[in-house]
């Protein structure tokens, strides 16, 4: 299992700009697939995006390509989540979570991170 811990969440205006990351603990980052997910409230959990584990391959949510990156490295045991062209439907908890394989289902995720509040004003 890897710790993980995510940070750069916040308020910020429609249109605007989120840098969220997320740091692992220990030397085996690498050999682990990372996604992000979110959650508002009522609603259930929904991929946003995916990167394999040397960074090569990435998946995105229809409702996030061509706004979101995600980007990962692995000498900073950190992956990360450019979020642009914010929208208020944006708003959710983001939580990371690594896995063995690269795919886009939660349930395949073993290790989950906190969360993260990111709240989109219109």
């Known amino acids: 299992q890897v710790q993980l811990v995510e940070s750069g969440g916040g308020l910020v205006q429609a249109g605007g700009s989120l840098r969220l990351s997320c740091a692992a603990s220990?030397?085996?980052?690498?050999?682990?697939?990372m996604g992000w997910f979110r959650q508002a409230p009522g609603k259930e959990r929904e991929f946003v995006a995916a990167?394999?584990?040397?960074?090569?391959?990435?998946y995105y949510a229809d409702s996030v390509k061509g706004r979101f990156t995600i980007s990962r490295d692995n000498t900073k045991n950190t992956v990360y989540l450019q979020m642009n062209s914010l929208k208020p439907e944006d708003t959710a908890v983001y939580s990371c979570?690594?896995?063995?394989?690269?795919?886009?289902?939660?349930?395949?995720?073993?290790?989950w991170g906190q969360g993260t509040q990111v709240t989109v004003s219109s």
């Open positions: 979570a690594a896995s063995r394989v690269l795919n886009t289902t939660p349930a395949l995720f073993g290790s």
């Open positions: 220990g030397r085996t980052f690498s050999s682990y697939a």
């Open positions: 990167i394999s584990k040397s960074g090569s391959s990435t």
